[in-house]
Each structure stands twice: as C-alpha cells, then as structure tokens.
C-alpha cells in the first residue's frame, strides 16, 4: 500500500516529524528499525472479552478474516506472554481493578487498544450505575475503535495503526512513550480502602 | 383457573385474585411458603417449575411477583407478596423448594434490598460486597460520588449470613461458612479463555476433585433494568441485542411480542413468518458458534474453523438484509423495521443445501472421536428433576428429558404453522447436550424450509402510534431462545417508560447448576461441563 493513502493518521505523522527533526544515531537507529520492525510484525493480542466484540474477535482469528496473516494470531491467555490487550466490550465497575490488574501484568512494551463503543465510552449503557465511561479512565489507551461491535476488518485498521504505532517508536532512549504511561498511572492511582472500611461497609448493609 | 382458585381459598382464605393474561394472586407473607409447598407437591396442580421471581419497588411497598408453571399442563401462575417496611425489608425465601430460587433471591436482594428468611446464603449476586444503596429502588442516589469507580479489589467471602426465623417467630441472623479453612481454594476466572466470558469460580479442590464452587457474578452487570426504566419503549428495544448477543433476534421478539401483547397490536402475516425465519438463522448460527468454541475448548481448533465458515454464510444473510453482522436491531414493536433484501430468499436456500452436508462433518471429524466421547460421556449429568428445580431450559434442559420448549408449549408468532419436532434426550450428560444441539441445527433448517417458499406478501409492520403508551398493568412473555426460555416482564403505570422491565435470562439458571453438576467431578471436566451449558455472560449479568 503506498503510503500516501495511510497518510491519515495525525498523531503518528507527529511521532515521524519528531524523529526526523531529532536526528538520530546511526547504530541505535537502525537497531531501533530492525526491532521495530519485528515488534510491529509480531504482536500477540491477550484473549480478554467481555461481551459482544469478543464474538467478532473469533470472527477475526477463524479463516475468512485471518489475522494470522498480520503475525496477531498467537493469542495467548496469560498476560504475561501478550503484547497487547484488546479490550472488547463493556468494563463495568465489578470489572475495573480485574482489567488494570491484567495491564499490570502485561510485560513491557505494552500497548492497549479499546474495541467497541462500550470500552471507547461507556457506549449504549453510559448512563448506568455500574458501567466504566471508557477503558480510558483506568488503563492508558493507544486506539480507539468505534463500533457497536467493530467490524472485523475495522479491528484490522485498529491494529494495524498500532503497527504503524511501533514502527515509528524509539527502542532505546529518546522520547518515548514509556513516560506518559507512568504519568499516567501516577494519575490514576490504586486506592487501596482499608480493610476496616470495608467492612463496615459491609457491616451497615447486613 | 377455578379450580387453581379453590384450592388457594382453602389454604389461603384473605388470598386476593387479579384476573389478566396470566392469574395472579396476592397472599400475606406469613403464607406463602406453606402455599408455595402446596403448590409445588399438588399432583394436580404440580407447579413445579419457577419461572421467575421479579423484585419490584412500588414506591409504597416493596415485593416481589413469582411466577409458576406446571411443567404437567403448561399452566402459569403469579403470587404476589408484598411488605410495606422499607428499611427492613424481609420475605420469606422458597429457595428450599426451588433451587433456581437461590439465585433468583440473591438477584433481588442485591437489586431491592430484600432480605429472604431462611435463604442460605444471603450476599449481593452482582454488585461488590462494599456497594452503597440497592440500585433498583425508586430513591437511589445514583450519584457517581456514592460509588465511584474502584480500582482496590474487594475482599471474597468465606463466610455469608443467613437470616434464620427462630421457633417464636424472631428472626436471628447467622454466619454460614462457605469455605472451611482448610479448604483449598483455587480462584477460576474472571479472566479465563475457558469460562467463555468473565465468569469467576472460587473453586475448592481436592487433588484435582473439585469439592465445592462459589460462583461470583456481576463482572459484566450493565444495568440494564435500571436504565430500561428511564427508556421510551421502542428505545429500550436494542439492549436485547446486547444480552445475549447469539440470540439477539429471538430476545428482541420477545421484548416486541410483550409490547404488542400490551398494547393489543396485531402483527401483518409477512412480519411473523420474517420473525420466525430470522430466529432460526439466528439459532443455527448460535449452535455453530457453540460446536466451534466448545470443541476448541477440548482442544479440537480445526471444528472452530469449519464451524465458523458456515456461520460467515448466515452472517451474510444477515447484513444484507438488516445491515450488521451482530447486534441486528431488526426486529421493531409492530413487525420488522425493513423489508427482506432480493436476495433473502436464494441466499437462504443455498444455506439449506449446504448445511446438511456441513454437519455431516462435522460428524465425520469430532462426535465420533475417541476423546470427545470419553470427555463427553457421563460427565455433569443433570437429572430431570434436578433441570426442572434448578430452572435449566433449552437444550441443556432438553438433553435431560424435559420437554421445555416454549415454541411447543405456548407457540408464538408463525410456530404454530410450521411442523418440527422438539430433540429431546434421556442421558443428560454433556453428550447429549452436544447432540441436542446438532439435532436442533436441523430442525431449524426444517422450519426454515417449510417457510422460505411461503413467505406471503403484505405489510412488514403494522401501524402503531409515534408514542406508545402503554396501558396500567403487567404482562409476561417468554420465547425460546439459543439457549433457553427467555422471558421478558413488564409493569406499566400508564407512562410512555416502563415502570419496570425485566429480563429472565436461561444463562442466569445455567450457571446456578454449574457447582451442583461439577461437584465430585475432576477440575478438566468444568470446562467440558461449562462448555456443553453454553452460557453467554452478557446475558447472565444483565
């Protein structure tokens, strides 16, 4: 595909801009390429669905839509072995510390991608008392796929700008993503509630 | 209908009768679990089976609407209970007589604040252990101060209350351990490729026998009721899509039949014979999608990808004529919302050609294995009796030797036109709930076969009002879905919102089984049992 059709991504064309401008070492910049260039051919999603997105993610690995021509086809169940974490379907608050436990498990590099309305925003059910407006406000996000529920070949789209995502990132040093996900998290903390408060939680209700 | 009347007039002389769709009778609370008893043992009323308990809040009183039905005479029955203490709501539980009762409960003390006396185990089903307020009462403060998104993980109980009524009639609360402390507990899910959604079972195992199972629910509980109740009717019609997302036609027939019935519309020829079409389609592609993930599950991937090559066809089929892959919004209060596309009908016709040879296959491949027999034969029998107590309906209650077909025993729309016979096996093991599955694949394709040629022209929907409205009252309806019978309860005050609406989801029964026919059994044989019930979480949740 000539890349005068993917031009239509401003935030990566940023990224490019950076880089270009920047300069970079000889020796660390082809390294970064080659990395890049394996890592983004080579990510392997977490099966993690909640609802409806889910069943179209199946629809995905089985042969008419074939993600294993992407290199995305080892889905693997531990979070531990996945490069990134696709979340398809609603969170809902039982939900929240399970999915950013699981993003704590994720090995570095790591790298979300929010599928479905209900992850982008809380979709149809944002008004509820028990649903999460968007994966966004718990996990840091790096695309978004609108949809109720995404199409196969949108979640395609999804995570190939994530390749496009990878390809342009710095592996060593550099400006790279890393801070904004701690700036992130620092933002987002785990407010453990003690013990006590919980149970008296508990306590009043019985 | 006499005769049900007597008899709760001998037992129950202040009983109060409402005539409707449906006889409903309001008894005390102190009554009602002797009549219930009564109900239930009677060999000629032989209410056996309960359909549903709804929570309802009506503003000045709290209750509940049970409904009953005889699995003998297909009859249906709702008592009504009631109490006007708010603060300390307490009914009395019935869960000793119907097992579903136990889940039904929990369901609405977690949504109402209800306590059940005698329940075994009263905690909240879907909510956290630390929520504040019971969502489904009129003066909730659904402000997102009272509860914000937690990010801490909440504390699993070992221990539950029960609330034990005492000789003289005072109710004592009391701990019930759930776990012992020796036990060894092994934490299955939410987060687990095999438990088909985000399900989560506190397992206590012994070696690899597993001794008993705590199921946690609620981890995709959307609120869907509670935001029904602010919802013009036609809008409340696409969260059935988003239930049980492998039965979206047949959920959203049912919450449109319920509708219809209410406001006494009548659906045109050519809607129904659409309706019934799209419900089996939707059926085969269900069942598919179950042979596919189930076998992947035991380990045979290849089936997933034939499997799923048959259900692209019907997926096909589908977005020409409602434009989506899933989540359809096809069905509308009154018909359908657009006509057949010009190919429906040849499209559909070579999906009944290819389909009997697929299945075939499928036969050939995995259900004469060696070790999809050994993994399948006998493992998580459900008896009869136990399907008909425990609430399992569809083909898992079906394998079992129940005859719960709700598309024989109360047809709706075109079903009464079309022949075909309802699969039932004896067995009740996990291969006959496969089996049962890949039989009813063809009897859906006989039903679509009896109707594809006779589709009669006409109107596609009939003519209702741009707000509808619907008259005081409260009305009930079930349809057989993928999975079971899906019923759909509504209580209106007049409004154009439902004052309550609610869902009675199969999935909901499937799960409540699962530690009954796993107990015993060896860890490997969870994800069989688990796989062959076909549970869809959405649509447990709500």
């Known amino acids: 595909m000539p890349y005068g059709d993917w031009k239509d991504n401003e935030y990566i064309e940023h990224l490019v801009k950076e880089l270009r401008d920047n300069g970079t070492n000889v020796i660390v910049g082809t390294f970064d390429k080659l990395i890049n260039w394996g890592r983004s051919n080579s990510i392997w999603p977490l099966t993690f669905a909640t609802s409806c997105c889910g069943i179209e993610f199946i629809a995905l690995g089985a042969a008419r839509y074939d993600m294993a021509r992407f290199g995305w086809e080892v889905a693997r169940a531990s979070p531990r072995q996945a490069d990134f974490m696709m979340v398809a379907g609603t969170i809902v608050h039982r939900m929240a510390p399970v999915v950013r436990r699981l993003y704590d498990q994720l090995a570095e590099p790591k790298y979300v991608i929010a599928c479905g309305g209900c992850a982008v925003s809380g979709g149809p059910f944002k008004n509820s008392y028990h649903v999460v407006k968007g994966v966004g406000e718990i996990i840091p996000v790096d695309v978004y796929v609108p949809g109720c529920p995404p199409r196969p070949e949108a979640m395609i789209y999804g995570i190939m700008q994530l390749s496009r995502k990878i390809k342009v990132e710095k592996f060593f040093g550099g400006v790279n993503r890393q801070e904004k996900i701690n700036r992130f998290l620092n933002e987002h903390p785990i407010k453990e509630t003690p013990e006590a408060a919980q149970q008296q939680v508990m306590e009043e209700q019985h | ?542």
């Open chain 2, 1 to 542: 209908m006499a005769d049900i009347q007597e008899k709760i007039i001998k037992l129950v002389p202040d009983a109060v009768f409402e005539e409707g769709e449906v006889l409903t009778v309001c008894v005390a609370d102190k009554n009602w679990h002797e009549l219930a008893k009564h109900l239930k043992e009677d060999t000629e009323l032989n209410f056996d089976h309960l359909v549903a308990i709804v929570g309802m809040d009506w503003t000045d009183t709290l209750g509940t609407m049970n409904y009953l039905e005889s699995t003998k005479t297909g009859q249906m029955l709702c008592v009504k209970l009631q109490t006007a203490d708010r603060d300390n709501a307490m009914l009395h539980s019935v869960s000793d007589l119907w097992d579903v009762a136990n889940f039904y409960e929990r369901e609405v003390y977690d949504y109402l604040g209800i306590i059940f006396i005698n329940h075994p185990d009263m905690r909240r089903l879907f909510l956290r252990n630390d929520w504040v307020g019971y969502p489904l009462r009129k003066d909730y403060d659904a402000s997102p101060e009272t509860n914000p998104v937690r990010l801490d993980h909440e504390q699993s109980d070992d221990s539950t209350v029960c609330y034990r009524e005492q000789p003289d009639g005072t109710v004592k609360k009391e701990e019930v351990t759930v776990f012992e402390p020796n036990d060894f507990v092994v934490n299955i899910g939410p987060q687990h490729p095999a438990t088909h959604g985000v399900l989560r079972f506190r397992t206590a195992v012994d070696g690899e026998t597993i001794k008993k199972i705590d199921i946690y629910l609620g981890y995709i509980h959307r609120g869907i009721e509670k935001l029904s109740e602010s919802l013009g009717y036609p809008q409340t019609l696409h969260f059935t899509d988003r239930l049980d997302y492998l039965s979206a036609h047949q959920n959203r027939h049912c919450l449109c039949l319920c509708i219809e019935k209410a406001l006494g519309v009548e659906v045109p020829q050519r809607a129904q014979v659409v309706r019934v079409i799209m419900d089996e389609l939707m059926r085969i592609s269900s069942h598919l999608l179950f042979v596919g993930t189930f076998c992947m599950d035991l380990g045979a991937t290849t089936m997933l990808f034939y499997a799923m090559r048959e259900r692209e066809t019907i997926l096909n089929i589908f977005e020409k004529t409602c434009g989506a892959r899933m989540t359809f919004n096809y069905n509308c209060i009154g018909g359908v919302i657009a006509d057949l596309d010009k190919d429906f009908v040849h499209d559909v016709k070579a999906l009944l050609e290819i389909m009997p040879k697929a299945l075939k296959e499928y036969d050939t491949i995995f259900t004469g294995n060696v070790i999809a027999k050994n993994r399948m034969e006998g493992v998580g029998v459900l008896t009869r009796e136990d399907a008909i107590s425990y609430g399992v309906t569809g083909p898992a209650g079906r394998a079992s030797g129940w005859g719960c077909d709700v598309r024989k025993t109360h047809p709706y729309g075109a079903y009464a036109q079309v022949e075909f016979d309802e699969v039932v096996r004896t067995e009740g093991d996990s291969m006959a709930r496969f089996k049962v599955r890949m039989d009813e694949i063809r009897q859906s394709l006989r039903i679509i076969e009896q109707l594809i040629d006779r589709i009669p022209e006409g109107e596609i929907c009939a003519k209702v009002p741009k707000i509808i409205k619907l008259p005081e009252g409260h009305w009930f309806q079930q349809v057989e879905a993928s999975r079971g019978a899906f019923g759909v309860y509504i209580e209106s005050r007049g409004a154009n919102t439902p004052w309550r609406l609610k869902f009675n989801s199969p999935c909901m029964n499937m799960a409540g089984v699962v530690p009954h026919i796993a107990k015993g059994g060896k860890i490997a044989d969870l994800i069989t049992i688990g796989g062959t019930l076909d549970y869809v979480v959405p649509d447990i949740d709500r």
